[in-house]
């Protein structure tokens, strides 16, 4: 049943003067309401601080704007980005953009890959929705007497993230209740002690590997106290004349950016003088504050950097920087300076009034009334996706390694100090912490248990040390991965899900790793060889230069650069190991595949890895904190020769057909080229200089989507320049392809080796065995 009503101007003024401009009246199932003309000026959002998008979403809401129709629905949906990486990006500064952000709850669902969707070029859009709370009637209005407008405002996305709703309010005018206070305010210390006391009390998963337990760095700086306050160099082993330091000492760890050169630096001309005495006005701010920070919390010892590794000493920075991940991971805590892009920008600062104000922000405004946007304080995890996430610090490619192996991290950030362990994340609105969200999948006894079995367990109540319920460990995110990276234990004991699920989890590490930036590219390896060492102590699994050597070496080869860079000038690993390249990696079979769904059914293989080497100086090398100047491996499986065209880059062409642009199929589906790197200077990738270049395509495997669906994945090789050493050729790797199918060309389900290479042959594929260097 429709409401009845009558559209009079006159009346419609009379109306909306002599009710309070808040009221609102629900009509007819809910469904409609009420709703008066209000902030029909034209200089709305002049008091206010906020986007293009947001602007033109509240000048479309009639609930926010009222109606001269008086009618309005109770719920009203306005397109604001195509993406949340968008709203990140574009409406930093954004009142509004800002706090919707700031209410993040949760992640995706499991299940959900975004990063499955941008390979496709599927954007998640991101709506605004506007809504009531309740019904209210006239009378409640009038009688009553309500003073604030009873709605609702949230973000919507197709990616599953989860927002909390923020409340709406008009007024006469708002108190800014905002304090300004630096965050280095001796607060900050109170709740850095609560947040540490805690976690070494009551966090079993926060303390030291076993192995690491009594580890110490080679050099600390002692910093003294705050009535003997000193700054020198200490050598913590035990040597001739010098007495060393206890295995228990307990010390502090810095992260942060150089953002350039630091003046005050360890060198073998100042070694001496570093032993005696160090002066603290000549270090920059994020070291001043960080010793600050240590002996406030009682601590006499802390780990810098610059300071602790001999700089101009090559031998030196190579042996050190092989442990500075067991540096971070037996730290007492990490202090980050998550928010200073150098040295100079220090770990504190002083916040702006406004900005401390967590609970109004200002949207729009006319001459008699003001709109304001109020919410809670901001969400633990909002606080981490919106401070930590895009800080210059976290987009350091270091950083990356020194947050995920620390055990307790205190982030400073522009207007709030943040808390991690391995257990919980912590504000200073939320002190107490949240823990972290869980995964849909279970490891228990070190293996992979199924989805189903999984609940059964979770139903039954049997408990364990990585119970889905345990609830005290990270089990989504890359805390989760590495957790699970561990929990698996040997690879030469894992079953085949459980090998699916090791690659998948080392490069959902490696694609978060990958975007991080370096100054040198060739320390990709050293700066993530801590993670990897740990996985290694775990597994016992050969690391070659990124990959690792397990039954699951060729699917590993599959990765592909989310958005190819210019090619690397310097060596920093093999072709064929995602090191050798820039940017975001993400290992292509794998995308958006539910791994735990996976079985030996859904997969057939085409190419076999028949040896993979690297080396170091002449010598093999297999340890994850070796470096590595060559390598190479042996590969055999069908393969056949292709070109790539200008007019169409992204698919490879049969180069058998001379004069004519004829796509390489296999059936009826084109092979799609994804280069490794982008450099039009370069002849291994497609660009517009002719002669088109020739390519070797490898078949290497096929991973079944759907019952009707099935993906086919290879690698794009080409011929290396200068004889071939013996009488197998030399190839270097360019990039991969993909060839989607609707149809079980490859007969899976009960296809084997011989069979897909028999399809292969028809298709005049030929098996080649090739050593890619």
């Given at each position: 049943m429709l409401p009845l009503y009558i559209r009079l101007p006159a009346l419609t003024r009379r109306f909306a003067t002599q009710v309070t401009p808040s009221a609102v009246y629900i009509c007819t199932l809910g469904t409609l309401a009420v709703r008066a003309p209000r902030f029909r000026n034209r200089d709305l959002f002049k008091h206010g601080n906020l986007c293009r998008r947001c602007q033109q979403a509240i000048g479309a809401s009639c609930i926010l704007r009222g109606s001269r129709t008086l009618v309005v629905r109770t719920t009203e949906r306005h397109f604001m980005y195509d993406s949340l990486d968008e709203m990140q990006t574009l409406g930093v500064g954004c009142h509004l953009c800002e706090a919707l952000l700031g209410q993040r709850t949760e992640d995706a669902a499991p299940g959900t890959s975004a990063a499955a969707a941008s390979w496709h070029g599927n954007r998640e859009r991101v709506y605004l929705k506007v809504e009531f709370t309740q019904a209210h009637s006239i009378v409640d209005h009038l009688i009553v007497g309500y003073k604030t407008t009873p709605l609702l405002l949230s973000l919507e996305t197709g990616s599953g993230a989860m927002f909390d709703k923020l409340q709406l309010s008009e007024s006469s005018h708002m108190d800014l209740r905002g304090t300004s206070l630096s965050t280095g305010h001796f607060?900050?210390?109170?709740?850095?002690?609560?947040?540490?006391?805690?976690?070494?009390?009551?966090?079993?998963?926060?303390?030291?590997?076993?192995?690491?337990?009594?580890?110490?760095?080679?050099?600390?700086?002692?910093?003294?106290?705050?009535?003997?306050?000193?700054?020198?160099?200490?050598?913590?082993?035990?040597?001739?004349?010098?007495?060393?330091?206890?295995?228990?000492?307990?010390?502090?760890?810095?992260?942060?950016?150089?953002?350039?050169?630091?003046?005050?630096?360890?060198?073998?001309?100042?070694?001496?003088?570093?032993?005696?005495?160090?002066?603290?006005?000549?270090?920059?701010?994020?070291?001043?504050?960080?010793?600050?920070?240590?002996?406030?919390?009682?601590?006499?010892?802390?780990?810098?950097?610059?300071?602790?590794?001999?700089?101009?000493?090559?031998?030196?920075?190579?042996?050190?920087?092989?442990?500075?991940?067991?540096?971070?991971?037996?730290?007492?805590?990490?202090?980050?300076?998550?928010?200073?892009?150098?040295?100079?920008?220090?770990?504190?600062?002083?916040?702006?009034?406004?900005?401390?104000?967590?609970?109004?922000?200002?949207?729009?405004?006319?001459?008699?009334?003001?709109?304001?946007?109020?919410?809670?304080?901001?969400?633990?995890?909002?606080?981490?996706?919106?401070?930590?996430?895009?800080?210059?610090?976290?987009?350091?490619?270091?950083?990356?390694?020194?947050?995920?192996?620390?055990r307790r991290m205190v982030h400073f950030c522009e207007d709030a100090v943040l808390f991690e362990c391995n257990t919980i994340q912590a504000s200073e609105f939320n002190r107490a912490g949240i823990r972290y969200e869980k995964e849909h999948y279970t490891v228990r006894y070190g293996k992979v248990v199924p989805w189903i079995e999984s609940k059964l367990l979770q139903l039954s109540g049997i408990g364990g040390d990585h119970e889905l319920d345990d609830g005290t460990r990270a089990r989504r995110g890359i805390r989760g991965a590495l957790d699970v990276l561990q929990a698996l234990g040997r690879t030469t004991e894992h079953t085949f899900t459980e090998q699916i699920e090791f690659c998948k989890r080392w490069f959902d590490i490696v694609s978060a790793y990958s975007e991080g930036a370096l100054t040198r590219p060739t320390d990709k390896l050293v700066a993530l060889a801590g993670v990897a060492e740990l996985v290694q102590d775990q597994t016992g699994a050969p690391y070659l230069a990124g990959l690792w050597e397990t039954e699951t070496l060729a699917l590993q080869l599959l990765w592909a650069v989310r958005v190819p860079l210019q090619k690397q000038p310097l060596y920093c690993a093999p072709s064929w190991a995602w090191p050798s390249v820039s940017g975001r990696i993400e290992l292509l079979p794998l995308i958006g595949v539910d791994t735990s769904a996976i079985d030996q059914k859904s997969i057939a293989a085409g190419a076999e890895v028949e040896e993979a080497h690297v080396f170091y100086e002449g010598k093999p090398v297999s340890v994850a904190r070796s470096l590595v100047d060559d390598g190479n491996l042996l590969i055999s499986g069908p393969a056949i020769t292709v070109s790539a065209s200008k007019d169409n880059p992204s698919v490879l062409y049969d180069s058998r057909v001379f004069g004519r642009n004829m796509p390489m199929k296999i059936g009826r589906t084109s092979l799609h080229f994804l280069p490794d790197y982008n450099d039009p200077e370069d002849g291994s990738v497609a660009h517009k200089r002719q002669p088109q270049p020739q390519f070797l395509a490898m078949y290497v495997v096929t991973i079944r989507r759907s019952k009707h669906v099935h993906v086919d994945h290879g690698l794009v090789l080409q011929r290396r320049a200068g004889p071939s050493s013996g009488a197998i050729p030399s190839y270097q790797r360019v990039g991969v392809w993909y060839a989607i199918s609707t149809t079980a060309t490859l007969g899976l389900g009960s296809a084997t080796r011989r069979i897909v290479r028999r399809g292969l042959t028809i298709l005049r594929w030929r098996e080649q065995i090739v050593r890619v260097y």
């Open positions: 607060t900050t210390i109170f709740n850095m002690e609560d947040w540490i006391k805690a976690c070494s009390k009551q966090h079993k998963n926060c303390c030291p590997p076993n192995q690491d337990a009594d580890f110490l760095p080679s050099r600390l700086l002692y910093v003294g106290d705050l009535i003997r306050p000193c700054l020198r160099l200490v050598e913590t082993a035990r040597r001739p004349g010098t007495a060393g330091l206890p295995s228990q000492t307990e010390y502090i760890a810095l992260s942060h950016c150089w953002g350039g050169a630091i003046a005050c630096r360890l060198l073998t001309t100042n070694y001496a003088s570093y032993i005696n005495d160090i002066d603290k006005r000549a270090l920059p701010a994020n070291f001043q504050d960080a010793i600050s920070l240590t002996r406030n919390l009682g601590l006499v010892f802390i780990w810098i950097d610059s300071l602790c590794i001999i700089q101009d000493s090559p031998s030196d920075w190579v042996r050190e920087s092989a442990m500075m991940g067991k540096v971070f991971a037996s730290a007492y805590c990490v202090v980050a300076a998550t928010a200073s892009a150098n040295s100079a920008g220090g770990c504190f600062r002083t916040r702006d009034p406004k900005s401390t104000d967590a609970n109004s922000r200002l949207l729009m405004s006319s001459s008699q009334l003001r709109c304001y946007v109020t919410s809670s304080n901001p969400s633990v995890r909002s606080l981490f996706h919106t401070r930590v996430n895009p800080a210059p610090l976290t987009k350091r490619a270091w950083a990356f390694q020194e947050r995920l192996l620390s």
